[in-house]
């Protein structure tokens, strides 16, 4: 080797050995705590991970796992879980994965939140800028305790339930960042502890949110806490989900262990429910304004048509997986407020739609309704829109309408979408929640708070909104706790029909019974446009008693000796 070879070897070796870090990884694009607080937006997008795992629309899955729905699309999840393959390694209620990723991010937030400077305009004073500060804190803490607690009510909603030693579990709570080196074989709370995990988070966003995001006139809080937030959690948010969660703690399925009572989930609907007041009017078709009075937390969609492609009728171009079934329509009473059943009521066989309770119209395409300035027939024989007559056909002889926007068009070379929302929480749901805890809690009429409405007076303003007669002789009979009961769990599933909570409601109300109810549908004759019905079994629903509590998910229990519901 030559000398100049020697050279250049000695001088890499000099390079070498003078660059401490030549072998030194390349940044990743990870960034730690402290990059992380020196940009506040970073930090604060920890947060809106919560928000990215909120549900934006309306499936009509779950609607089709009960006794109020098929689906048409043979292939559907939902269709197999009902009819008997749900199981611990093949279920679709609930996402376990998806909640704790949640959590664990806004577990992150709430971590280094507070270190982060939010307002730092060097424009603006000092003394504004910590005003604003301070706001932000305040209003970020309060976000990340509800959405945390949404997820948490998720948890035990699908996986809560009595293991195969009697007790009544909740989920692993899991209230810090947990690393590599921590214990992650974290068993199941008590449900108790975990309702009051939920609660305790409530509590929290509650103290630290606004009840609504709007404009004050004071620029400092109108720039933290003003309507441009509004869509994000809010204090009545907060409200409407601690209702939700008493009302799931107090009922039969879970009551014995669950530390909540019928009165203590009266009262907190009561008072949430004083606040609101009363009962909006328009709220039966809540769906069709983005501004309704009814709406406490929603989402805005813009300019789609996917519910309508999914649900409008084939001859107006939708795939109609969803249909609603006899049973459900058999729910909707006579517009006198009797049940088509009672000798009272006037129904007539015959003519089944007539003189029905008008949310039957606006929730449900049925014979001879009009759509769209359309007639749509179900009948057997009608080629496009009749029973069966085609693979995207109903399957029960009814076709969705609630939720549905008319001026949506499928049209081939000529679709419009428009703007459509879905609903996190609305007010209707509150009243719901009250009358049946108060029911439970004190009977019909009962009123020990002084709040100057009672279980009874909430159900007669309800079927008063749906145009049953003032005096709606049907309800003033009723005098029991038993026969109330009927009657709410009845409203309820009419007013909140496919907004996903017959699944859930059926379950925490221990009803195999009806869990187990076959779905019908009506098979119609056309003779001369005289109409001949026949009702008939569409579906099966296979559900063993145990499926009141749903599964923990097989791999979760691989994982370590987590234990498991009973049954599965």
């Known amino acids: 080797m030559n000398k100049l070879n020697y050279f250049v070897l000695y001088l890499a070796f000099i390079g070498l050995i003078s660059c401490d870090d030549y072998f030194l990884p390349e940044p990743d694009n990870t960034y730690t705590d402290d990059i992380l607080l020196t940009r506040p937006s970073f930090v604060e997008g920890l ?16 609607e089709t796992a009960t006794d109020d729905a098929v689906t048409n699309d043979l292939t559907s999840a939902y269709l197999r879980l009902a009819t008997g393959e749900w199981s611990s390694q093949y279920g679709a209620t609930g996402s376990w994965s998806e909640d704790y990723t949640k959590i664990y991010y806004l577990n992150k937030f709430l971590d280094i939140y507070e270190s982060a400077d939010y307002a730092v305009d060097i424009s603006r004073p000092a003394s504004d800028n910590d005003i604003r500060n301070a706001l932000y804190l305040k209003r970020l803490k309060g976000e ?14 699908a996986y809560g339930g009595k293991s195969a030693d009697g ?49 004050s006139g004071d620029a400092n809080y109108d720039a933290v806490m003003g309507n441009k937030l ?55 078709a809540f769906y ?9 937390w929603n989402q805005s969609r813009q300019l789609t048509l996917g519910w309508e492609n999914q649900n409008f009728p084939p001859s107006l171009f939708g795939s109609a997986r969803t249909n609603p079934s006899q049973n459900l329509v058999d729910a909707f009473p006579m517009n006198n407020g009797y049940p088509i059943s009672h000798e009272l009521s006037g129904y007539d066989p015959e003519n089944p739609y007539k003189n029905r309770d008008s949310r039957l119209n606006t929730y449900i395409i049925y014979n001879g309704a009009e759509f769209k300035g359309n007639t749509i027939f179900t009948y057997e024989g009608q080629s496009i829109d009749g029973i069966r007559a085609q693979e995207n056909s109903t399957r029960t002889g009814y ?11 499928l049209r081939p070379g000529n679709q419009v979408s428009t703007n459509h929302i879905y609903t996190l929480f609305r007010e209707t749901e509150i009243h719901l929640n009250f009358a049946e805890a108060a029911n439970e809690a004190w009977g019909p009429n009962g009123d020990p708070n002084g709040y100057g409405f009672t279980a ?60 187990q109810e076959p779905v019908k549908g009506v098979y119609i004759s056309n003779s001369e446009n005289t109409f001949s019905y026949d009702y008939r079994e569409i579906e099966n629903r296979i559900y063993e008693p145990f499926m009141i509590y749903g599964p923990i998910p097989y791999n979760e229990t691989l994982k370590y000796n987590l234990k498991q519901n009973n049954g599965w």
């Open 144 to 157: 990340a305790y509800g959405l945390r607690a949404w997820y948490k009510f998720e948890l035990l909603r």
């Open 167 to 215: 007790d009544l579990l909740g989920f692993p709570i899991v209230d810090k960042t947990l690393l590599p080196e921590d214990d992650l074989e974290l068993p199941r709370n008590t449900y108790a502890e975990s309702v009051t995990s939920i609660l305790s988070d409530i509590d929290i966003a509650i103290a630290n949110l606004p009840e609504v995001y709007e404009n």
């Open 456 to 515: 009874r007076t909430i159900v007669k303003e309800l079927r008063a909104r749906a145009g049953i007669s003032s005096t709606d002789t049907y309800l003033n009979g009723i005098t029991s706790i038993e026969e109330m009961r009927a009657l709410i769990r009845n409203e309820r599933r009419l007013e909140l029909c496919f907004e996903g909570f017959r699944f859930w409601d059926i379950r925490r109300w221990n009803d195999v019974a009806t869990m």
């Open 399 to 409: 076709y969705l309408k609630k939720l549905m926007d008319e001026s949506v068009s």
């Open 230 to 284: 509004d869509g994000r959690m809010n204090g009545k948010a907060a409200k409407a989900l601690r209702s939700r969660v008493v009302l799931q703690a107090a009922s039969p399925a879970f009551s014995e262990s669950s530390g909540v009572t019928w009165e203590e989930a009266a009262k907190i609907s009561g008072e949430f429910l004083s606040e609101l007041g009363d009962l909006y009017q328009e709220g039966i």
């Open 288 to 296: 069709s304004t983005i501004d309704s009075k009814e709406l406490i």
């Open 47 to 62: 947060l809106m991970q919560g928000y990215t795992g909120l549900p934006n629309g309306y499936s009509f899955n779950f």
